[in-house]
C-alpha cells in the first residue's frame, strides 16, 4: 500500500487537479472545488504535516475566493451596463436555481433570461435590457478567466505541496 501512495496516488490526485481545471473552461462546472476535493484527499491520504495545512489554508482561500469572482465579476458588469440591484440578484438567484433544476446549463440560461426580464420589465425597452444582458454575459466570461487562473494558482500550490514536502 506504501508503494502505491508513494507512486500512483500523486498521479492519480494530479490527473483529478487537471480535471478540475478544464472543468472550469465551462462556467457551470464546479472545477475549483473538485481541485479542493483532491487536494484535501491527497492531506487526508498522506498526512497534514504543518507545511501541508498551511498549502491547504492557502488553497482553500483560493478556491472560495476564485468561486466568488464569477459572481462577483457577473454583477459588476451587467451593473456598468446598466442593470439595476434587482436585476442582478435575480439573475444570481436564476443562476442559483438553474444550476440546480437544470443541469449542466440552467444556471446561465436562468440568469441571463432573469436579468433581461427584470431590467425589460424595469424600463420597458428592450435593448437597454439586452444591453445589461450582454454586461452579464461578458462578465461571465471573464469570470471564467478569473476562475481559471485561481484554478492554475491552485494546481500550483498543490504541485509544491506534491513535490516538495512529500
Known sequence: MENFIGTFFPWIIGGLMLAGLLMLMLPILPGLWVMWIAASVYGLVTG???AGIVIMVI???????GGLMDNIMMGANARVSG???????VALLGAVLGSILLPPLGGLIFAVV???????FRIKDWRAALQSTKGLAL?????????????VLVGIAWLVWALAYS
Not at 432573469?114 to 425589460?120: D, N, Q, R, S, W
Not at 471573464?142 to 484554478?151: L, N
Open 48 to 50: 497534514f504535516d504543518t
Open 59 to 65: 488553497i482553500t482561500v483560493l478556491t472560495v475566493v
Open 83 to 89: 442593470a439595476s440591484w434587482l436585476s442582478i440578484g
Open 114 to 120: 432573469g436579468i433581461f426580464l427584470v431590467e425589460y
Open 139 to 151: 462578465g461571465c466570461g471573464w469570470g471564467v478567466v478569473a476562475r481559471f487562473g485561481f484554478g
